[in-house]
């Protein structure tokens, strides 16, 4: 659960600061996708581009959490369970 609240929270507020720059500058009713104008509402478009930031932020976060881990989370070669709580596929301590 922290894992997530790491990646969901800065990613949601990331979402909501894009999505007010972005629609600041430019009226949903205005954007046209492959010229035409966009089927849905303007708060169809402030929704969709709201979900749209937070699952790029969402990446962005989990992509950073993925790669700030250490060696041995990512081989999982050190447990730090003492040796008689260790489960079956927990090899060795801290080194």
Known sequence: MKIAM???WPSFLVAAAANALFFTAFD???LHA???PLPASRVG???FGFFACWVLGACSSALTWFLQR???EVNRTLCPL???RRPAGCRGGFR
């Open 82 to 84: 003492p040796q008689d």
């Open 34 to 36: 492959l010229w035409a």
């Open 28 to 30: 949903p009713a205005e």
């Open 70 to 72: 250490e060696a041995h």
């Open 6 to 8: 790491w990646v969901l």
């Open 45 to 47: 478009a402030y929704t």
